[in-house]
């Protein structure tokens, strides 16, 4: 993805100099000129008024995929810790650069975030990347895709994993078009031919319907989202360390088209706390109607957990949309898991499939729901529900 300037076409505006995160451009005889630091991040292009500065696009087949080497995780930071989500895919990216006999990387971005290069060594990684600046303290999606597009160019990752969240959505669509780059959303399995080196990528497809994978055989590097609680979050071993690279960047805020006026906290009930919980009791459409979450409520109070719900109610109206879990919603990975009135549709099932145990009640002995269940219970939801809060009540007095 080559990035020139025509000089004829140039003004001398010097508006692409503050747009470059890593200083690479200066001007020469009153001309923008690309230095060696160039990167190819791509900043420089939308900064230019005057379309002096071109953008040539390298065909697929053009890429040399023997230059991309390694494994590489981008993080999440979340009020100065790294996300869960971050966590979990280091511990899956620590099997497949294992398997590839390869180095497992995380980029790091932020501002005085260096501490977490420690924990991520905990987790599994070989090296850190790390970016820090001040406009990089809060993720917004320009400067963030700016500075890890000009990292990416420059090292070369053969794999890059980045969690399915709202940031990591955001981002990774954004740079892998930024690099030419293939990406499968939303993944629920990554496996690796060592063979031929190619990231097999399994995620639901039409509507959830069937299970895709997908390879990515010309591009690189291969791209993925992730989402949250696929992966089991690996036992960190402190006595690991990593290697840390730190990457100059040098931001300016007036060149950033957003900013952040005010980070305002979602007051959600503590019983939605669903990918925290141990336990989660959900509802389907077999509730009939909204009042009958009190139903689900009352078991989730008793069992001290949280509180699910399937796309269908969610659509309905009957709950919040922070209570659903599945393809579209929460993906969960509780050690128990009650679905009560929820067929097992396999858009519910991508979100809650890998749970520890779970227990099924439906008046329908055929519901798919029964496939996946450890314990099922063939009944009349009004009936078992309400019976089995009493019984957990009267015996753990909840």
């Known amino acids: 993805m080559p990035i020139y300037i025509v000089a004829e076409e140039c003004k001398g505006c010097k508006l692409c100099l503050p747009a470059c995160p890593y200083g690479a451009i200066e001007m020469v005889d009153g001309v923008a000129v690309l230095t060696d630091d160039c990167t190819q ?169 069937i299970m895709a994978t997908i390879v990515c055989r010309h591009a690189r590097p291969q791209m993925a989202t992730v989402r949250s609680h696929v992966f089991l979050k690996p036992e960190p071993d402190h006595n690991r360390t990593a290697e840390v690279v730190e990457v100059p960047v040098s931001l300016d805020e007036k060149s950033i088209m957003t900013r952040i006026v005010e980070v305002i906290k979602e007051n959600v009930d503590a019983a939605a706390n669903l990918q925290d919980s141990d336990i989660i009791v959900s509802g389907g459409r077999g509730l009939k109607k909204a009042d009958n979450f009190e139903l689900i409520r009352d078991l989730a109070d008793a069992i001290g957990g949280a509180v699910g719900a399937s796309r269908a109610t969610v659509d309905a109206g009957w709950i919040p949309a922070y209570h659903q879990v599945g393809q579209t919603g929460k ?36 519901a798919p729901i029964f496939e996946v269940a450890h314990f099922g219970i063939v009944g009349d939801l009004f009936e078992v529900v309400p019976a089995l809060t009493r019984a957990i009540r009267e015996e753990f007095g909840g």
């Open 41 to 209: 991040c791509g900043a420089c292009v939308s900064s230019c008024k005057f379309g002096a500065i071109k953008l040539e696009r390298v065909e697929m087949c053009d890429v040399d995929t023997s230059q991309y080497r390694g494994v590489w995780v981008v993080a999440e930071v979340n009020d100065g810790r790294l996300a869960d989500v971050t966590l979990e895919l280091l511990g899956e990216g620590r099997q497949l650069a294992d398997q590839l006999g390869e180095q497992l990387s995380l980029v790091l971005v932020g501002h005085e975030v260096e501490p977490l290069a420690e924990v991520a060594a905990a987790y599994g990684a070989d090296k850190v990347y790390l970016a820090q600046a001040p406009e990089l303290e809060r993720y917004r999606t320009g400067p963030f895709t700016d500075v890890i597009t000009g990292i990416i160019n420059r090292y070369k990752p053969e794999i890059v994993l980045i969690g399915a969240t709202g940031m990591g959505r955001d981002l990774a669509s954004r740079i892998a078009a930024r690099i030419s780059a293939g990406l499968t959303a939303d993944c629920t399995g990554l496996e690796i031919s060592v063979e031929d080196r190619l990231l097999y990528q399994t995620r639901p497809a039409f509507g959830g319907n």
């Open 331 to 366: 993906t969960v990975h509780p050690k128990l898991y009650i679905a009560c009135g929820i067929s097992g549709a396999v858009q519910h099932l991508a979100g809650m499939g890998s749970s520890d145990c779970i227990v099924a009640i439906n008046s329908d002995p055929s």
